[in-house]
């Protein structure tokens, strides 16, 4: 079989067609001046040998670069992947956790506030389980995405709860596989997995350290909207911490907080009647602690995770893809090229963990 790549006669080597078939073309034979050729060529022949030898060049050194660039990230033209589980005539081998990884946009999702929270709890379930089964390009392209959410945070003040909890599983779990399992396991030098461990110790006191700037406007605040307006806006929240978070910028906001409705709503939001009626937690009064209970509920059990946007799989095509809401509605685009008959109907919205999953075999 011929070999598949650029030039199938012999990689690395230049060729040029003759009378008597393909010759291979030396700069430099034996006893000709470095300024010879070995084949006897016409003008036409050696401009055309010399465009192919400065090509050959000009991709051989962007390759170096690339190769020599730690914070290079490999980008695809396509935003969808085909998850496939067996190996096939027409594909051989299995789409990898990685691979996965590597083709799907994520650089531009965490710039959507929309698809951010769900960037973040992806990259911290792998932390958690599947950071030893990444391919050496998917460890780069992690990190890469991972300092770039990092320096997101920072710039923006924005969602700084869910990184210090990804890189408190990031860290705990390098610790644990430098120090109890080591190379046996990990993909890559140990000196390489050290120095990442430095970057998350580094971007942890670097989030630390963060101070919260106080903005003078002039305008309206938060602090100006009617209280029916404030009220809405908490029983939209769906994480408690969030609640807990925006109560602490007002007293009045704080107030509307301990709402205990509000903390109820979040009990049977996230959890089943079942959970919480065997961990009821009174008051002296003999009311039902509302807020207490979820902290004491969302320890033992997981809350129920509401993402703003996420990975769709297509039944019909078994693509992986993002699914952009505008495109779909002005331009009637699904995010890939479905040839089912009505493609709404075979989207299925992936969670993190499903995502996972789909590449456990």
Not at 313 to 342: E, I, M, N, Q, V
Request: charged content about 25%; hydrophobic content about 35%.
């Amino acid at each position: 079989m011929p070999f598949l790549g650029q030039d199938w006669r012999s990689p690395g080597w230049s060729w040029m067609k003759t009378e008597d078939g393909w010759k291979r073309c030396e700069p430099w034979g034996e006893g000709l001046q470095p300024g010879s050729r070995g084949l006897i060529l016409n003008s036409e022949d050696e401009e055309k040998f010399n465009n192919e030898e400065r090509e050959y060049v000009s991709k051989k050194r962007k390759k170096d670069h690339f190769n020599n660039d730690a914070n290079a990230q490999c980008f695809y033209r396509e935003k969808w992947i085909y998850v496939h589980k067996e190996s096939t005539r027409e594909r051989h081998g299995y789409c990898t956790l990685g691979e996965a990884f590597n083709r799907l946009d994520f650089s531009s999702a965490i710039q959507d506030v929309r698809r951010f929270d769900y960037v973040v709890k992806l990259l911290q379930l792998i932390a958690k389980s599947q950071l030893t089964s990444l391919s050496g390009v998917a460890q780069k392209n992690y990190f890469n995405i991972l300092d770039k959410i990092v320096q997101k945070v920072l710039a923006d003040h924005q969602n700084p709860r869910l990184v210090k909890g990804l890189l408190r599983d990031l860290s705990s779990t390098l610790c644990l596989l430098l120090r109890g399992v080591g190379k046996s396991v990990l993909v890559g030098s140990m000196d390489v997995w050290g120095c990442r461990l430095e970057a998350v110790l580094a971007w942890q006191q670097q989030l630390q350290s963060l101070q919260m700037t106080e903005q003078v406007r002039t305008g309206l605040t938060l602090s100006d909207l009617p209280l029916h307006t404030l009220n809405d806006i908490l029983y939209r929240l769906s994480d408690g911490w969030d609640v807990v978070t925006l109560g602490q910028v007002s007293p009045t906001l704080h107030a509307l907080s301990e709402d205990r409705r509000l903390w109820k709503t979040l009990c049977q939001y996230h959890f089943a009647e079942q959970q919480f009626c065997r961990h009821l937690i009174l008051s002296e009064k003999g009311h039902v602690e509302w807020k207490l209970m979820y902290f004491v509920l969302r320890k033992r059990y997981p809350p129920r995770e509401q993402f703003g946007d996420t990975l769709h799989f297509c039944r019909h095509c078994s693509l992986l893809f993002w699914k952009d809401c505008r495109l779909a509605l002005f331009l009637k685009d699904s995010g890939h090229p479905c040839t089912a008959a009505d493609p709404a109907s075979c989207f299925m919205p992936v969670s993190p963990q499903h995502f996972i999953d789909l590449f456990k075999f």
